[in-house]
């Protein structure tokens, strides 16, 4: 498949206000929830052909989520693209001198393996690695 844009992570405070709202710039509901207990999120799923916008709800005070609001507010957190194997992007982009946020890929939303970056080395950018499995 070669990578690609998977989806665009958005921080929202709560999905009962902010999946009303995307549906409606969106022009259609949701495609997918789900609970995402690794990253302690509620996730809103909106696919757009290729590519989604993925609403992430803090689960938990203790999310990252909850603490990334509480630092810089809503918005864009981060940018999720699909990998064909992550283990072995992982351990090139290692090797290339980006800082990983995870050394091992875990298990994320919608059936794929994930793995961040650190915006640190990515000109203030989280990028997220996604590789579907199963
Ligand atoms: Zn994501």
Redesign the pocket.
């Known amino acids: 498949m070669g990578r690609r844009i998977?989806?665009i992570?958005i921080a929202v405070r709560d999905l009962k206000t902010s999946v009303p709202l995307f549906s409606k710039l969106l022009g259609k509901p949701p495609d997918h929830t789900e609970k995402v207990e690794d990253q302690q999120v509620h996730?809103a799923m909106f696919v757009l052909k290729e590519s989604a916008f993925?609403l992430?709800e803090p689960a938990s005070p203790d999310s990252v989520i909850a603490k990334y609001i509480a630092k810089r507010g809503e918005g864009v957190?981060?940018i999720?693209i699909y990998v064909d194997d992550i283990k072995g992007e992982l351990s090139r982009l290692k090797q290339e001198g980006f800082q990983l946020v995870d050394e091992k890929p875990r298990k994320?939303?919608n059936h794929?393996l994930?793995a961040f970056v650190h915006p640190k080395s990515t000109n203030g950018v989280l990028i997220?690695l996604?590789q579907k499995v199963g």
């Open positions: 998977a989806h992570g996730t993925e992430l957190h981060h999720s994320g939303a794929c994930v997220e996604a």
